[in-house]
């Protein structure tokens, strides 16, 4: 790079750097955005199913009955809304969504079990948000089969058969890298990816266009400063604020939402970097085909914010996608920042497990900031 290169570069970038300063919208776009979405998703997700309200019809009503419920509510899974008195009730509690589980427990409950008979209870679950559902069920077969292990144990011992093992063979479950199941642990740095997908992309895109909206692009037309000169000298003082928002974002996840960091901050960070030269890529790209501020907002977080959820990973797993949805994923740059960010945080992967995610970013982002080079005419007019 020629001094006089490096002279219109920085030229460039003090006067934007300049702009920003003297604009409250730009500022409050750079920072405060950013810390919103982070709070607002961080504490709005969550993938947590527990104290289910849940309703009782229990017909039955003997000791049985009683500390089949009991034991069903001491647990952080249900919470008790109310004992209805008959199944219409219930009913009406389930349509109008106070409840998400009702136990129906039959008359002569405890008395067929007393006499060595099955005695059916019935569930009902809201099947309404499907994943919750399905979570619900599993809760409650959970704990009934537990239940039945202690009655079945409880028969045997009155016929003096303690020996008997109900339980063979017996499941032990460990949980790696996040062994208290805890969603925010995995949501909120996974917020990281869309956050920085989608503001670095605006700001860049708005950087551009603005120039075009006020017309003092015809001054760029007109000087002796190269494209790529011009474009660098826009995002540069963009770049030093979304480094700013990753250190922010970093240290909320960390202090406001205590989710544990094991891994390296230094891969974390060199990650983030090359991710926000990619999605400023984005934005450089949307800018080159749209004139209005507003369009090139609304374009950039279609392109941004629908692919960072639905094929980062950070609702469900890329191989969960399908094989259409898996493909869509790969041709975006969500999915390997993902994977930086979840083996800093929780899975302590190094460089060499990950380098080929730092690759394959610096390459798209490069890829965009060329094809921004050649869709961005600089003439007159």
Partial sequence: ?????????????????????????????????????????????????????????DLDRTQTSRE????????????????????QRL???????????????PPQFQKRLYQDRASPIQVLVDGTYPYRGLVIKN???????????????????KRGQTSVNLQPIKLETRFLYNPSLVSSYSLVPGLLVVIL????????????????????????????ITRWEFLLGKVIPYYGLNFINILILFLLSLVLFQVP??????????????YIFTTTGMGLVVSA??????????????????????????????????????????????MYYMKIVQGTYSKVIGLKEMGTNYLIILAYGTILFFISLLLFKKREG
């Fill in 289 to 334: 085909f749209t004139r209005s501020m507003v369009a090139a907002q609304i374009v950039t977080i279609i392109i941004t914010i629908i692919p960072s959820f639905l094929y980062s990973g950070l609702l469900m797993p890329v191989s969960n996608l399908g094989r259409e949805g898996e493909i869509e994923a790969h041709l975006f740059p969500a």
């Fill in 91 to 105: 009913i009406n509690l389930l349509k109008r969504g106070k409840i998400r589980l009702a136990l129906v427990i």
């Fill in 261 to 274: 960091f094991k891994g390296s901050l230094f891969l974390l960070l060199l990650g983030s970097i090359i």
């Fill in 139 to 157: 809760y409650v077969k959970a704990y009934l089969t537990s239940f039945n292990t202690g009655l079945a144990q409880n028969w045997l011992n």
């Fill in 197 to 224: 997908m989608m503001n670095p992309a605006i700001m860049a895109a708005l950087a551009i266009v603005k120039e075009k909206d006020y017309g003092t692009i015809y001054n760029i037309y007109s000087s002796s």
């Fill in 68 to 87: 089949l419920v009991n034991g069903l509510v001491k647990t952080k899974y249900f919470h008790l809304q109310e004992r209805a008195e008959n199944n």
């Fill in 1 to 57: 790079m020629s001094r006089e290169s490096f002279n219109r570069i920085k030229a460039v970038s003090s006067k934007e750097l300049k702009e920003i300063i003297r604009s409250p919208l730009f500022l409050l776009l750079a920072h405060f955005v950013p810390v919103a979405l982070f709070l607002v998703f961080g504490f709005g997700l969550s993938l947590d199913v527990e104290n289910i309200p849940t309703a009782l019809l």
